[in-house]
């Protein structure tokens, strides 16, 4: 019972000192308060894009630091988090590939993250009084920030529990979403133990063009991808995986593609996500025309499948899809060095 009231305070009320929370016996409170503290990762800047977007630049524990971003759209507002500082992984189109990994975010970080979100939009509502989702700002979580989620399985599952707890933040089940590169041995567990909608970072049609695109390809290819999505628990018409799939002229963008991809995926329930290349500094791929891209999302479209065209958000301020990479970490530094920092094994 204790453990409920002090969750509502957390993550219903936004409260931050043990001494607020009222319907707790003083000496209790005294107790908490002598062995636990209540903190939040901090937010070091926050811009915000001429569309609304913002983008928080968040400081965790040892100095490092990684990026949220909160994105309002009609209805709905998602929140992007992150799970890793850096990335292990080394995709040739995205910023954060070039950052070398520096160490795995904690569920308390990965959950502080929409605390933190929460605050700015200033969305902290009554205990037993939480709004439907569809009223809330911050209504739903993609695990498409910084880092691949299912390399932190256990603190990513750890944060969207409480992101789902009715005691919790009380996000529905559905409005989560973690996307991954492909980590074939983790995804069954991906709903077994979180039971949120998965979304795959798929982005080339031969094991040839995808091995260069997502190198993870070269350990588990695509045909060892797909059986593992074909094996996915709990798929029905609204559940769906989302395939996201980068739009590179002249890489991956050509109508052969658009057939090969529709013929691969048969018979899994899918929406096939198509994001137009975001550019950073240095990039090696253009985005693909206007034109050719509607052109490929018609070829799926008439497969059967829904093929929305992602907007790019918050370009302005380096916040949309494949552009984050945090400042301080943006000079590259030796991989021991790195390590020896965050206190892992290289
Ligand atoms: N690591 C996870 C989640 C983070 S990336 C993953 O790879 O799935 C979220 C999505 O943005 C992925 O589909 C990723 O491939 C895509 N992405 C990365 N760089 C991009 C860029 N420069 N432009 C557009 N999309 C990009
Ligand atoms: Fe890592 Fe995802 Fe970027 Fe690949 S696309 S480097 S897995 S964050």
């Known amino acids: 019972m204790r453990t409920g009231q002090i969750w509502q305070w957390l993550y219903q009320k936004g409260v931050r000192d043990f001494d607020a929370m009222t319907n707790l016996a003083k000496g209790y409170r005294a107790e908490l308060a ?22 928080y630049l968040v400081r965790i524990a040892g100095g490092h630091e990684v990026e949220t971003v ?9 929140l992007c988090i992150s799970s890793q500082v850096g990335c292990t992984l080394t995709c040739s189109f995205c910023h954060t590939g070039t950052q070398k990994l520096v160490r795995n975010l904690t569920a308390g970080e990965i959950i502080g993250q929409v605390m933190l979100a929460r605050d700015d939009l200033g969305e902290w509502p009554e205990p037993g009084h939480n709004p439907h989702d569809e009223t809330r700002l911050l209504s739903n979580i993609v695990l498409m920030g910084m880092g691949e989620p299912l390399y932190n399985f256990e603190s990513v ?11 919790g933040i009380s996000l529905s089940r559905r409005r989560i979403t973690l996307s991954t590169s492909g980590v074939v041995p983790e ?5 077994t133990e979180i ?7 798929f982005h080339g049609t031969t094991d040839e063009i995808r091995d260069t695109l997502v190198p993870i390809n070269k350990k588990w290819n695509i045909e060892t991808l797909l059986e593992a999505l074909r094996a996915y628990p709990k798929l029905s018409n609204s559940e769906r995986i989302t ?10 963008d050509s109508d052969e593609d658009a057939h090969r991809l529709v013929q691969l995926i048969k018979g899994i329930p899918a929406k096939i996500n198509l994001i137009p290349f975001n550019e950073w ?3 090696p791929y253009e985005r693909s025309s206007n034109n050719r891209i509607r052109a490929f999302a018609d070829i799926i479209y008439k ?14 301020i380096m916040a949309a899809c494949g552009q984050l990479k945090s400042a301080t970490e943006r000079v590259r530094k030796g991989r021991a060095a790195i390590a020896a920092e965050a206190g892992i094994a290289p």
Request: charged residues 30%; hydrophobic residues 35%; glycine residues 8%.
């Open 281 to 283: 500094p240095g990039a």
């Open 70 to 78: 909160y994105i309002p759209e009609e209805g709905r507002g998602t």
């Open 34 to 55: 002598e062995r636990f503290v209540i903190e939040l990762p901090e937010v070091v800047t926050r811009q915000i894009s001429d569309d609304g977007t913002r983008k």
């Open 243 to 252: 395939f996201e799939y980068v739009m590179l002229k002249d890489v991956n």
């Open 303 to 316: 497969a059967g499948y829904a093929s929305p065209i992602r907007k790019p958000r918050g370009e302005d």
């Open 195 to 201: 039971g949120c909608l998965l979304a795959v970072s």
């Open 157 to 167: 599952r750890d944060a969207m529990k409480i992101a789902m707890d009715p005691e």
């Open 187 to 191: 995804i069954a567990r991906t709903a």
